[in-house]
C-alpha cells in the first residue's frame, strides 16, 4: 500500500516539479534551511520542555547540547558551522525565570533576540490536537508583519526557522497544521493548530481528480472544497515574544533596531519590590511618629498596657500580691 | 562699607537685568512723554513735536516729577543709588529736587544705552516718538520676559522638576534593516508554488482590541489560522501537491501515544466531573423537592388522623348521650367500640367458661374446688351492682307496665345527634 501511495506522491511531486519549472521558467531552488536548536545552562523544565516541543515539531532542527557560556555567544557561529546549519534557534535562561530567544543566520545575517512570555508547553496544555511528526505547517502570517521593516525582518526570520522546507529530510508529504504568527500590543504571539478535516468527498474528489480529465477534475475538487469541513483544534505550544534588539551580524554587529516600549523583567520586579519596601517603610514612619506623639501627650502613663510610669509599677505590685495570696 | 565695594555689588546686580532696567527707563520716559503730549494739548500748542519735548523736557519733567517719582520711585531706586555713588557720596541727594534726579536718570540712561543700543542713542527723537506707540508692546515684551525669568528661577530652585525622565533610545536603522532583510529573504515570488514556501499573510492586519481578553484574542487568532488554512488547502490542491493523510497511513505523531492517553483521560476525567457535579445538583434538587412532598404527606396523615379521632368522639357522645340503637350508621368502627367496650368491661364472670352441660356435670359431680358457701355472698358479689338498675327503683316493682320513655335530650345534644 505504501509503495502504491510512494509512486503516487512521486509522480505528482514530479508533476509539481515540471509546473514549476514551467511557470517559474527560472532554476527550481530549494530552500535549504538547517536549524540548530540549543539553550543555554539554567534552564527550567518548561523551557526544556518547549525545546522538546519545537524540535519535534521542526524535522529539519538540529538539537544541541545546552551552551555553556551566556557572554560568547558569537561562539554559536562555529557551531552552526560545524553542524551545517543556517539558522540559529538559541534560549538563554536567566534567573531560572526569564526566558529569551535568540534567532539568527549564521554566517552573517542579522540577529533577533526575544524576550519570551507566556510560555505554555504541549505538557502542560491538554490540547487534543496533534500532527504527524515532520509534517510541514502552514505559516500564517499577520498582514502587520509588513507594515515595519523591523517586523519584516522578524518574519523573514520566522519564515525560514518554523517553514519546514520541502523535501526536507524527515519531513512528511502532508499538511496537517497550521502555525499562526500574529503581531499584537508589540509582542508576537505564537500559536499552532492542526487541521481537521470532515471527510466528506474530499477523498472521492481527489481521486477523481486524479482519474478524471482536468476539467473534470477541478470541479470535483471544487465541490470536494465545498463539501468539506474545516476547523482547528490547538496543538500547543503557545508562547509570546516581544521583540528586543536586532543585530546587523550573527551575534555581533551594530544594532540596527531596538525596541523602546520592552521593559526588562528585572526592572519590573525591582520596581515591584520598591513599591512593596515603600509600603514598609512609610508604615514604620507613621508608628515612629505615633510613638512620638504619644509621648509628647505622656499617654503612656495612663495607658494599662503600656509599660513604664509609676502608677504601672504599682499596679504590678499589686496585682503580684493578689496573686501569691 | 567701602564705596567701590557697593559699586561693584551693584554693578553686578546691574549687571544680572541690564535689559530690565533699561526698558523701566524707557517706560518712564515714555510715560512722561504721553504727559507731555496731553499738556501740549491743552496748551494747543502746534509747535513740532520732537523740538518741544526736547527743549521742555526739563520743565515739564519738573511739573510731573511729583507724580512720577512716587510711581516710579520703586523702580527707580536702584537707578537712583548708582547715580548717587557714581556722582558723590553726598545722602543729601535723596531730599534733593526731582529735577535732578531726572537729569542724572537721563545721564544714567544714556551711559546705560551706549554699550548696548546704538540705535536708541543715535536717535533719541524719534525713539520718544516711538516709544508713544511701542509702550503697551514694550510692557509686553517685559512680561513675557519676566514669566520665563520667574520661571526659570523657579526651577533652579527645585531641581527635581529639572530632571528629565530617562528615555532609552530608540533605534531603528530603516535601511538597515530592509539590507538585511534582502539579504536574507528568500526568492518568493508570484510565481513560486506555494508548495515551496507554505506562507500565507492575512489581507488585513488582525485587529485585537483587548490583549488581555483571552477569548476575543484567541479567537482572532484562530480565525487567523482558519483562514489561512483553508486558503492553504486550496493553493495546495490548486498545485496538485498531496495534502490530506490517508486514513491507512501511520507514522509517528507530535504527541506520543502516552501523551494523548493522558489527555484523553484528562478530558474523560472532565466530563466525569462535570457529570457528577450535574447529578450532585440534581439530586441536591431533589432532595430539597422530596422533602417538601415527605412533609406535605405527613401533614395529610395528621388531617386524617384528626377528622377520625373526631369523627369517633362524635359517636362516642351519641352512644354515651343515648341508648342508641335506632338510628345506628352503618360505621364499621361501631362494632370496633362495642368490642373495645365489652373487652374494656368487667371480667371474670362474664367469661365463657366450659359448656353448659360440662357446667351442670361439674356441679353434679364435685368437680373443680370448694362447694361449700359456693351460694352464699360475698366480697364481690355483694360490690356487683350489674342487676341494679337506678331506673328501676321508680319503676313499679312488679315490673310490667310501660316501658319508661327516655328523657328529651338538650338542644346541642339532639343537633349533634343528627
Redesign the interface.
Known amino acids: 500500500?505504501?509503495a502504491v501511495?510512494k509512486s503516487v506522491?512521486d509522480a505528482?511531486?514530479t508533476?509539481?516539479k515540471e509546473?514549476?519549472t514551467d511557470?517559474?521558467s527560472g532554476p527550481d531552488?530549494k530552500?535549504r534551511q538547517r536549524v540548530l536548536i540549543l539553550s543555554s545552562r539554567g534552564v527550567t523544565y518548561r523551557h526544556r520542555h518547549l525545546l522538546q516541543?519545537l524540535s519535534?515539531?521542526l524535522p529539519h532542527s538540529r538539537k544541541d547540547s545546552k551552551l555553556d557560556t551566556k557572554s560568547k555567544l558569537f561562539q554559536l557561529n562555529e557551531l552552526a558551522d560545524l553542524y551545517n546549519c543556517n539558522n540559529i534557534l538559541f534560549f538563554e535562561a536567566r534567573k531560572r525565570e526569564d526566558l529569551y530567544m535568540w534567532m539568527s543566520?549564521p554566517p552573517?545575517?542579522?540577529t533577533i533576540k526575544f524576550h519570551v512570555q507566556n510560555l505554555h508547553t504541549?505538557?502542560e496544555l491538554?490540547?487534543?490536537g496533534?500532527?504527524?511528526?515532520?509534517?510541514?505547517?502552514?505559516?500564517?502570517?499577520?498582514?502587520?508583519?509588513?507594515?515595519k521593516?523591523?517586523l519584516?525582518?522578524v518574519k523573514?526570520?520566522m519564515?525560514?526557522m518554523f517553514?519546514?522546507p520541502?523535501g526536507a529530510r524527515k519531513s512528511?508529504?502532508?499538511?496537517?497544521h497550521?502555525?499562526?504568527f500574529?503581531?499584537?500590543?508589540g509582542k508576537v504571539?505564537i500559536?499552532c493548530?492542526q487541521?481537521c478535516?470532515a471527510e466528506v468527498g474530499?477523498?472521492d474528489a481527489?481521486e477523481n481528480g486524479d482519474e478524471e480529465e482536468e476539467d473534470a477534475g477541478k470541479k470535483s475538487?471544487k465541490t470536494g472544497?465545498s463539501q468539506t469541513d474545516?476547523?482547528?483544534l490547538e496543538?500547543g505550544p503557545r508562547l509570546v515574544l516581544t521583540p528586543i534588539?536586532?543585530q546587523?551580524g550573527s551575534f555581533g554587529g551594530?544594532?540596527?533596531?531596538?525596541n523602546?516600549e520592552y521593559v526588562s523583567p528585572n526592572v519590573l520586579r525591582a520596581e515591584y519590590r520598591n513599591r512593596r519596601a515603600q509600603k514598609f517603610n512609610v508604615r514604620s514612619a507613621q508608628k515612629v511618629g505615633r510613638e512620638i506623639k504619644k509621648k509628647a501627650l505622656r499617654l503612656d502613663k495612663h495607658r494599662v498596657g503600656g509599660g513604664g510610669g509609676k502608677d504601672w509599677e504599682e499596679l504590678q505590685a499589686g496585682l503580684k500580691d493578689l496573686f501569691q495570696e | 562699607m567701602g564705596k567701590a565695594k557697593l559699586r561693584q555689588i551693584l554693578a553686578a546686580d546691574k549687571g544680572k537685568v541690564p535689559y530690565l532696567e533699561k526698558q523701566k527707563k524707557l517706560q518712564k520716559v515714555a510715560r512722561k512723554r504721553k504727559r507731555l503730549q496731553d499738556e501740549k494739548e491743552e496748551e494747543e500748542a502746534d509747535s513740532d513735536e520732537e523740538v518741544e519735548v526736547k527743549g521742555s523736557k526739563m520743565e515739564v519733567d519738573g511739573e510731573w516729577e511729583d507724580e512720577d517719582s512716587e510711581e516710579d520711585s520703586e523702580d527707580d531706586e536702584r537707578v537712583i543709588d548708582m547715580s548717587k555713588l557714581e556722582d558723590s557720596d553726598s545722602e543729601s541727594e535723596d531730599e534733593d529736587e526731582d529735577e535732578d534726579e531726572d537729569d542724572e536718570e537721563e545721564e544714567e540712561e544714556e551711559e546705560t544705552e551706549k554699550p548696548r543700543n546704538g540705535i536708541l542713542k543715535s536717535s533719541k527723537a524719534t525713539k520718544t516718538v516711538d516709544k508713544d506707540e511701542g509702550e503697551d508692546e514694550e510692557e509686553d515684551e517685559e512680561d513675557e520676559e519676566d514669566i520665563p525669568l520667574s520661571e526659570i528661577s523657579e526651577e533652579d530652585q527645585d531641581p527635581e522638576a529639572d530632571i528629565i525622565p530617562r528615555q532609552k533610545l530608540t533605534i531603528d536603522n530603516h535601511s538597515a534593516l530592509q539590507a538585511s532583510h534582502a539579504s536574507i529573504a528568500l526568492p518568493i515570488k508570484k510565481s513560486t508554488p506555494f508548495s515551496l514556501h507554505h506562507t500565507i499573510i492575512t489581507s488585513t492586519p488582525v485587529e485585537i482590541k483587548d490583549v488581555h481578553d483571552d477569548l476575543t484574542r484567541e479567537l482572532a487568532f484562530y480565525t487567523q489560522a482558519l483562514d489561512a488554512a483553508k486558503q492553504g488547502r486550496a493553493l495546495l490542491l490548486a498545485e496538485g501537491a498531496s495534502f490530506t493523510r490517508p486514513t491507512d497511513y501511520f507514522a509517528e505523531m507530535v504527541k506520543s501515544e502516552e501523551h494523548m492517553g493522558k489527555i484523553k483521560d484528562k478530558i474523560k476525567e472532565e466530563a466525569a466531573m462535570k457529570q457528577a457535579s450535574a447529578d450532585a445538583k440534581r439530586q441536591r434538587d431533589l432532595k430539597k423537592f422530596g422533602k417538601q412532598v415527605q412533609v406535605a404527606r405527613l401533614q395529610e396523615r395528621q388531617k386524617e388522623k384528626r377528622e377520625m379521632l373526631d369523627k369517633i368522639n362524635v359517636l362516642k357522645r351519641k352512644r354515651a348521650g343515648a341508648d342508641l340503637g335506632d338510628e345506628n350508621e352503618g360505621d364499621p368502627f361501631d362494632i370496633a367500640i362495642e368490642k373495645a367496650s365489652k373487652v374494656n368491661g368487667r371480667e371474670g364472670r362474664d367469661r365463657k367458661g366450659p359448656n353448659a352441660k360440662r357446667q351442670k356435670r361439674n356441679e353434679k359431680f364435685g368437680y373443680g374446688g370448694k362447694k361449700k358457701f359456693s351460694k352464699s355472698g360475698d366480697a364481690v358479689s355483694s360490690g356487683d351492682l350489674t342487676g341494679f338498675n337506678s331506673k328501676g327503683m321508680k319503676k313499679n316493682s312488679f315490673g310490667s307496665g310501660k316501658k319508661a320513655k327516655a328523657p328529651r335530650l338538650g338542644k346541642s345534644k339532639r343537633q349533634a345527634r343528627r
Open positions: 500500500m505504501s501511495l506522491t505528482r511531486s508533476k509539481s509546473e514549476a511557470s517559474s531552488k530552500f516541543d519535534s515539531l543566520k552573517n545575517g542579522p504541549m505538557e491538554h490540547f487534543s496533534n500532527c504527524l511528526k515532520g509534517s510541514r505547517p502552514i505559516l500564517s502570517f499577520d498582514k502587520s508583519f509588513e507594515e521593516p523591523y519584516m525582518v523573514e526570520m519564515t525560514q517553514g519546514v520541502k512528511k508529504p502532508f499538511v496537517d497550521v502555525m499562526s500574529t503581531v499584537a500590543d504571539w500559536r493548530y487541521i478535516e474530499k477523498k481527489k475538487k472544497r474545516i476547523s482547528l496543538i534588539i536586532i546587523e551594530p544594532i540596527i533596531y531596538e523602546k
